[in-house]
Structure formats: structure tokens, C-alpha cells
């Protein structure tokens, strides 16, 4: 199994804190992903990383940031969470971005905002 | 715009027979892959089955196969002999390879939730 840590794996949270999420990979795989899981919608990338301190936006990024100071670690934040923000996480890791590299998973985060 | 669609929310199966999940898929690239990955209730995402948009043949591993079909944009997945531990949501999903603006990422579908009956 590729080595990733999903930290918490379970949050409750208010409304209107700060939260960070943390991904943490031993597989030194460039690129690192964070996604949402919601029902109907599937999982859907949030922003992603192809290098240290090189981070992008993803199809739905509004209300996080993320940030990579080293290989192995991805963080992402919500600044100020929102009920709309209560969801599965999931941090995905590929060593490379050809058309058939795997991409390897963690086992997700279950966020509650209430 | 890439997309991927899976149109069954929802499906039955006995178990030992077949069962087959759809999925078709939107990309103006000539250069993909499809994934299916598996979630059992557990919740962890388990990678099932890969095709290249260039292989000629299905793929196949193990009890599963992939029912391509380049023309109609459509990597169904079949499970042959289904058991009880087949019970889970299946994603389709595809990543598209264009040169320097590839950022390696997955687009998914809705995912399809499969019961396996007794």
C-alpha cells in the first residue's frame, strides 16, 4: 500500500473557524491532489500540487487554500468554514502525470461544520 | 471540457452473475486513460482497472474487464461472477495527457452504488 496519512480523519467543527487538513506521503510522488467527495457529485478536485511551493487551483477552490513547504507534506485550509464545506476529503498522490499513472489514495477525512 | 458520466446511481446484482457498470466520457484529447477505482463502505479508494485510449485490446484484471469502446466514448466495467464483497460504489474516472498543461489530475463521475445480492 502507498504510504499516506490523512490527518484528522474525523473533524467537528463551527462555523466561521479556521481548519486544516493534513496529507502527509513517504512515496516522494511529485504530485499530490486533494479532492471532495459529496453524493451525486463524486469526488472533485479541489487544487493540487506538481512540486514544492508550486500549488494550482482545482474545479471547485473557492473558500481553500493549500500549501506544500516540502515533498511529503500537503496541507489544505479553510479559512473560515461554511456548512457548504461539510464533506469527505480525500488526498491523492501519483508520481507522475502520464495518462496511466496511478493515482494512489488516502484514507479520508469526514469534516462536519456544524 | 473533460467529463465523465455515470449514469446508474444505483445497482442490483445477484450474486455469481455478471454485472455490468456504464460510464462514458467527454474529451477533445486523443491521448487518455480510464480508471475505475472501488469504495467499499470503509470509505479508502481501491484501484481496480486501467485502459489507454491507444490500447487495442480490452483490459482485463481478474474478475474484471473493461468494455471499451472508443467511438461511442463509453469503458464500461464488468464484473463477472459477482460476490458479496463486490458491495460498493464504483467511480469511473479519466485523466487526459496534453503536454505541459497536464497537471496529472482525475476527473471523476457520480459513481455508481452496487449491491450484491445474497
Known amino acids: 500500500d502507498a504510504g499516506i496519512t490523512q490527518s484528522p480523519r474525523h473533524k467537528v467543527t463551527e462555523t466561521g473557524t479556521p481548519v486544516t487538513l493534513r496529507c502527509h506521503q513517504t512515496?516522494?510522488?511529485?504530485?499530490m491532489y486533494w479532492y471532495r467527495q459529496d453524493p451525486g457529485h463524486g469526488l472533485r478536485l479541489i487544487h493540487y500540487s506538481y512540486g514544492v511551493k508550486d500549488t494550482d487551483k482545482g474545479e471547485v477552490s473557492d473558500g481553500y487554500s493549500v500549501s506544500r513547504s516540502k515533498t511529503e507534506d500537503f496541507l489544505l485550509t479553510l479559512e473560515s468554514a461554511t456548512s457548504s464545506q461539510t464533506s469527505v476529503y480525500f488526498c491523492?498522490?501519483?508520481?507522475?502525470?502520464?495518462?496511466?499513472?496511478?493515482?494512489?489514495f488516502g484514507q479520508g477525512t469526514r469534516l462536519t461544520v456544524v | 471540457a473533460q467529463k465523465i458520466t455515470q449514469t446508474q446511481p444505483g445497482m442490483f446484482v445477484q450474486e455469481k452473475e455478471a454485472v455490468t457498470l456504464d460510464c462514458t466520457y467527454d474529451?477533445?484529447?486523443?491521448?487518455?486513460?480510464l480508471f475505475w477505482y472501488k469504495q467499499p463502505s470503509s470509505g479508502e479508494m481501491i484501484f481496480l482497472i486501467y485502459q489507454g485510449s491507444y490500447d487495442e485490446q480490452n483490459a482485463t484484471e481478474g474478475r474484471y474487464s473493461l468494455n471499451f469502446q472508443k467511438a461511442r466514448k463509453s469503458a464500461n466495467l464488468v464484473i463477472s461472477a459477482s460476490q458479496l464483497g463486490d458491495s460498493a460504489m464504483y467511480f469511473c474516472a479519466m485523466r487526459e495527457a496534453r503536454g505541459s498543461s497536464n497537471t496529472g489530475k482525475l476527473i471523476f463521475g457520480q459513481g455508481t452504488t452496487l449491491q450484491v445480492k445474497p
Open positions: 474529451t477533445s484529447d486523443q491521448s487518455y486513460g
Open positions: 512515496e516522494n510522488h511529485r504530485y
Open positions: 491523492a498522490i501519483s508520481e507522475g502525470r502520464g495518462m496511466n499513472t496511478e493515482a494512489f
